[in-house]
């Protein structure tokens, strides 16, 4: 069963060209993407209390933790080395070399300008279960698909450049608490626009008929769908009172 | 990694006593179980619309008709066959005999008592991510567990004859135009029990340690956490305005 919400696309038979390709990947991130997501509407118009930044930022760490799994599951789908030295880079990214200053180190001091701890965000006690549910529907997504669709379903990396420097502008306005923590978005500036060319460069060669370049968009479709029920679950439980599951973290501030 | 939230429990050494076991299940449904949950008390309040109660039930039922392939999975886990005869029971409950009239197919009619036509049901078009992403946690979490943890995750069929009776007599002041679609609830009032039964009799029989034990309660925390996440995504998507995923069912009335 597919990851994504089901959608009704006229599908023609022609092979797209590669920038046809990259329209119809852009369209799908213009209406899907997580930027246009009421939760990230309120943050980045000031409206989130700490407390709720934390919720955030403790939930979304269990994403992060996941995409270098994600990557390995992915590096171990091709039996070309090129291709895996080129991929391997985002495990370094999110990992970090010996000293372990990568994308996770950095959103655990982005969740410490929060104001939470370190052990209270590693462990994950209190990761809303939807959001435990949707990051393992990406890891099911990946395990369970082919290489060319596991790739496709990276392409978001086309979307989040932007998405970045819209929050990181709004945050230092309205959350200059945060700023701080801010390594991991000045990180992914460059490497998420680096890494989105790589994957669009191989879905693009790789999607050999029309129907494995529907495929292609139907997998960034269910992506997006993922990184938008993920804020489904953090806005329901902790912008209106009286949604938060039993056994989810509870903020200690306004 | 478990499907449940985490929670913290403190865990002794002895082994539990078949009413103690019980007593420890009862505690969990009595705080973790959806019946209390917040789109719940809406319903039975009389406070959902028409297309709010057309979006549960076209949601509910990717809940329903992974049922049988749930059980399933769970008869191919045992080389009892004994089990196996007590256990096939619940896959003839949801899918019917050669006529097909069971469980699923009750759901249907249900949908349908709200105005939904079955071809706008049976595909799952319009399925909220988040329900999807629960779902299929709850299968994930069947097909790798043990038998033990796969038959616990069931036990909430413990609590669930008392929310149906509580849900079939406000529905019957409030959404009286339901009624035609009750065979589902009128089924589920005895299989539900019955099936408890089964379920409690195994684990107490087959949990032999206090770990084992403790597992069984953690997976019937996981499951509850799972029922929960559904109504989670179904109450932030159709009673607040504006947060309807992308490709969600959108209900045409009120």
């Not at 879905?203 to 804020?231: F, M």
Request: contains cysteine; proline residues 5%; glycine residues 8%.
């Amino acid at each position: 069963m597919a990851a994504g919400a089901a959608t009704i696309t006229p599908i023609g038979t022609d092979l797209l060209s590669r920038e046809q390709l990259r329209e119809r990947l852009q369209a799908v991130g213009e209406s899907r993407y997580h930027h246009k997501h009421p939760f990230h509407l309120r943050m980045h118009r000031g409206e989130l209390t700490r407390g709720q930044l934390q919720a955030w930022a403790l939930n979304r760490y269990y994403y992060q933790s996941r995409i270098p799994i994600k990557d390995a599951l992915i590096l171990a789908k091709s039996d070309d080395p090129a291709f895996r030295r080129a991929w391997r880079k985002r495990i370094l990214d999110h990992d970090g070399d010996q000293g372990g200053y990568g994308g996770v180190e950095k959103w655990i001091q982005l969740a410490e300008a929060t104001g939470l701890s370190r052990v209270q965000v590693i462990p994950c006690t209190g990761l809303l279960p939807g959001v435990r549910y949707a990051v393992d529907a990406y890891l099911e997504l990946v395990r369970h698909s082919s290489l060319l669709i596991a790739v496709a379903s990276s392409l978001t990396e086309l979307f989040s450049r932007e998405l970045i420097a819209l929050r990181m502008d709004q945050m230092r306005i309205h959350y200059p608490y945060l700023t701080p923590g801010f390594a991991y978005f000045v990180g992914r500036l460059t490497q998420a626009p680096e890494d989105a060319m790589v994957g669009l460069d191989y879905v693009s060669t790789h999607a050999l008929t029309r129907s494995q370049q529907e495929e292609v968009v139907g997998a960034l479709e269910a992506k997006c769908a993922i990184l938008w029920a993920q804020l489904d679950a953090i806005d329901y439980a902790y912008v209106a009172p009286g949604n938060i599951p039993p056994g989810a973290f509870v903020p200690d501030c306004e």
